[in-house]
């Protein structure tokens, strides 16, 4: 382990669990993880190994079966994945949005019915706001959750996008529409609710009035299944509203995506940390003008900008964690720590290409993979433009003057 990105005042039982996942990263996900995202395939025996070290229930609290720790530990486990391979914090970090909202919004049937299995991994979480068109306009949305009054069901309908985990899911928390008991003219964000989907794995009809169509091609983010969900009168019983009442649903997801925020700071961390790593020893390996290029200024410059950048972003992203851990709201540290770290990782990615010449471009070296795969940070749980505006918001509301 390198000098960077080191988190004081860990306790033992922190530290034990970071070496043991970063020991799992070195020996089990980096040998194969190229190999397995150029043929964009699933890393089943890299996810039954996560299974086997708690990751998946690390949130969830003891009661339910979890290792109950921190967004702290989780974060930091998140970032030593992401150094591995991207995708596989993405399948872990999307599973622990869902957990996160159960456990702090729903009732206490659906906490006894879905955290005991997630936090095994048997139940496997993924979530929805986005539609085709909409963006990160969520106020937007246009599906629709509809109450039919002879059987108490609510009958959804409605076409999402985005789905991490939306083929190897067997829940799916998805926000939709519902004006039941809300007068015309109500806020949009008011006349949300998010129903919790449980489902077969797989692709095609997973359920009746539910069709998962298959997974996205993208540039990079391969391997974990990214796709569309429809919905075309799909029904649920009354019990699968995430707390039991509608015209929360924008306040849980916010919630959900605000901690997401700081697991996507902690991958783009890692994955800057990685391509700090290739660059670092790549400039002591290659020669140029009868010396390694380590020993020009222009890479020593490159190297001690790369390095500071990680340092950075690895600060903001561990103060966003400790206050939501604090129990603070922290959703302007957390857009701050999102913002800084998805544009430092593409920067960082960028200048280890740069040193890696020629042959960053060829698919034998790793710094190829990250340099596809850094861009999606930029835009994942909301475009670094809406980062900006929640944190400009914010400050607006900290340093208003007084009239």
Request: aromatic content about 8%; hydrophobic content about 35%.
């Amino acid at each position: 382990m390198g000098r960077l990105a080191q988190t004081e005042g860990l306790t033992e039982i922190q530290r034990e669990i970071l070496s043991t996942v970063r020991a799992f990263v070195d020996k089990e996900i980096l040998p194969v993880a190229t190999e397995l995202e150029h043929r964009d395939e699933y890393p089943s025996d890299i996810v039954a190994g996560l299974r086997d070290l708690g990751l998946f229930g690390l949130m969830i609290p003891e009661e339910y079966g979890g290792l109950g720790e921190s967004l702290l530990t989780y974060a930091l486990c998140v970032e030593e994945i992401a150094r591995g391979w991207m995708s596989v914090s993405g399948i872990i970090n999307t599973h622990f949005i869902v957990a996160y909202m159960l456990q702090k919004h729903g009732t206490q049937e659906q906490k006894d019915h879905f955290l005991p299995r997630m936090a095994t991994g048997e139940v496997r979480g993924a979530f929805s706001m986005s539609e085709p068109g909409l963006g990160s306009d969520v106020s937007a949305i246009t599906s629709k959750g509809v109450r039919d009054e002879r059987t108490g069901e609510y009958v959804l309908t409605g076409q999402k996008m985005w789905l991490t985990n939306g083929g190897s899911s067997t829940l799916v928390a998805v926000l939709c529409r519902t004006d039941e008991g809300h007068p015309e003219g109500t806020a949009p964000h008011k006349s949300m609710t998010t129903f919790l989907i449980e489902k077969e794995p797989g692709f095609g009809q997973v359920r009746e009035g539910l069709t998962i169509p298959g997974k996205i091609d993208k540039m990079g983010y391969k391997g974990v299944d990214t796709t569309e969900l429809i919905m075309d009168g799909l029904r649920l019983p009354a019990d699968r509203v995430l707390g039991g009442t509608t015209g929360r649903g924008f306040y849980q997801m916010m919630d959900g995506v605000e901690v997401g925020r700081v697991n996507v700071a902690a991958r783009g961390c890692g994955v800057a940390q990685r391509a700090f790593e290739l660059g670092v020893s790549y400039a002591q390996q290659r020669h140029t003008f009868g010396k390694p290029i380590a020993q020009h200024q222009a890479i020593q410059f490159k190297l001690a900008e790369m390095a500071t950048k990680v340092e950075a972003a690895h600060a903001l992203m561990v103060g966003a964690a400790r206050k939501k851990d604090s129990g603070q709201r922290n959703d302007l540290e957390a857009g701050m720590a999102k913002y800084l770290a998805s544009e430092y990782c593409k920067e960082v990615v960028e200048d280890a290409f740069r040193i890696h010449g020629g042959y960053g471009f060829s698919k034998e070296y790793e710094i190829e993979r990250l340099y596809r795969e850094a861009p999606m940070l930029l835009i994942g749980e909301g475009t670094a433009e809406i980062q900006k505006m929640i944190i400009g918001r914010r400050l607006l509301e900290e340093y208003r003057e007084q009239a």
